[in-house]
């Protein structure tokens, strides 16, 4: 999410853009194929962002104090400025030996909460997990949204009040130049890897009628239990108001 806003951010400042993926997609894991195959034609449609899919950085060049070149397994390429966005791990390698519940990342396994596995000892943010509605489990997803909403409930336990967290459905929100894109709850991606028959419904259609200025297109996925029609998964991208949708897809109207 962060490198391609920071991309988008280089662009406005009508700044050349290098955007070197180690995967065969961007933004793998989040959004489904679909969906990214519309963002890299997106992205690959702007004459100063370039998108190299499936290559690897190796080291960097520097001349004077300054990084010069990125050199990757597929070439080498000039650069003024390298940002590095490559995820996020926790800070947590202290807690080793204390016994501490964590995931194998290091994330703190935390409850409804915000309470670890040690009495009195809280934990809130990208150092911790979250409870996932539809997974029914603890995963981290470092969002800031989360950790806003789960600091604020560790802050107000800690000051003598009750408040629980209920827990996430994975909703997020990302701009990629001219695009917005949203999605919640399960990719098809994540339906797979925990076994579920799912299937899927990918549609494309206006995000307007024809008939006020300003259409443009508009692109959903849902993915559903294929037994019991049980929704799992929603993605959305556009450009006019796509986020907007996204908001409502991943609240109470969902």
Avoid at 57 to 71: A, Q, T
Wanted: hydrophobic share 35%; net charge neutral.
């Amino acid at each position: 999410y962060i490198g391609l806003e920071v991309a988008e951010a280089a662009v406005n400042l009508n700044k050349e853009v290098r955007i070197i993926q180690l995967d065969d997609r961007v933004i793998p894991g989040s959004f489904d194929k679909e969906m990214t195959d519309i963002m890299e034609k997106e992205i690959r449609g702007h004459k100063d962002v370039f998108l190299n899919l499936g290559e690897s950085v190796s080291e960097f060049e520097g001349k004077s104090g300054k990084v010069s070149e990125v050199r990757t397994n597929k070439g080498v390429y000039p650069a003024d400025i390298v940002v590095l966005a490559t995820g996020v791990r926790p800070n947590t390698k202290f807690l080793d030996g204390t016994g501490i519940e964590t995931l194998k990342n290091g994330a703190i396994v935390i409850d409804e909460r915000g309470r670890s596995s040690i009495k009195d000892i809280y934990a809130a943010g990208d150092c911790a997990t979250v409870y996932h509605k539809l997974k029914k489990e603890n995963v981290y997803i470092p969002l800031a949204t989360t950790s806003n909403k789960i600091g604020r409930v560790v802050g107000e336990n800690l000051a003598g009040k009750d408040k629980e967290f209920k827990g996430t459905l994975g909703s997020a929100a990302i701009k990629v130049l001219d695009l917005e894109a949203g999605r919640t709850c399960l990719s098809s991606d994540e339906a797979e890897k925990m076994g579920i028959n799912y299937k899927s419904v990918f549609i494309h259609d206006k995000n307007q009628t024809s008939y006020y200025p300003g259409q443009e297109d508009l692109y959903v996925k849902i993915i559903y239990e294929a037994d019991t029609k049980k929704i799992l998964g929603g993605q959305l991208i556009g450009k006019k108001g796509s986020c907007i949708k996204s908001r409502c897809v991943s609240g109470r109207y969902w």
